[in-house]
Nanobody
Framework: QVQLVESGGGLVQPGGSLRLSCAAS????????MGWYRQTPGKQRELVAA???????NYADSVKGRFTISRDNAKNTVYLQMNSLKPEDTAIYYC??????????????WGQGTQVTVSS
């Protein structure tokens, strides 16, 4: 009923930048919180950044000062601007959204993931 599609991942050198996008579609009435998580082999999926419908945001300590999350409510899209990338940022990045559907149900949705590789 609700789908999230990520894009923007790729290969970048240390110190470089990438901008991830995630567009939500489907039976959406409103979107509360949207966020980005990442996962590497042997680790639990971890929160990178999240943003509320009002624009309040929070970040993992490891990315503070380097990453910026933003959203375009008219497009049901969330972005993650990643600057000063480090090899330890290498992971699959997943979009997450808490959505009120048109039939008044609260749904938590995940995207399929996009690979980010930081390497020289």
């Amino acid at each position: 009923q609700v789908q999230l599609v990520e894009s923007g991942g790729g290969l970048v050198q240390p110190g470089g930048s990438l901008r991830l996008s995630c567009a939500a579609s489907g039976s959406i009435f409103s979107i509360n919180t949207m966020g980005w998580y990442r996962q590497t082999p042997g680790k639990q999926r971890e929160l990178v950044a999240a943003i509320t419908s009002g624009g309040s945001s929070n970040y993992a300590d490891s990315v503070k000062g380097r990453f910026t999350i933003s959203r375009d409510n008219a497009k049901n899209t969330v972005y993650l601007q990643m600057n000063s990338l480090k090899p330890e940022d290498t992971a699959i990045y997943y979009c997450n959204a808490e959505i009120m559907t048109t039939d008044w149900r609260i749904s938590t949705s995940w995207g399929q993931g996009t690979q980010v590789t930081v390497s020289s």
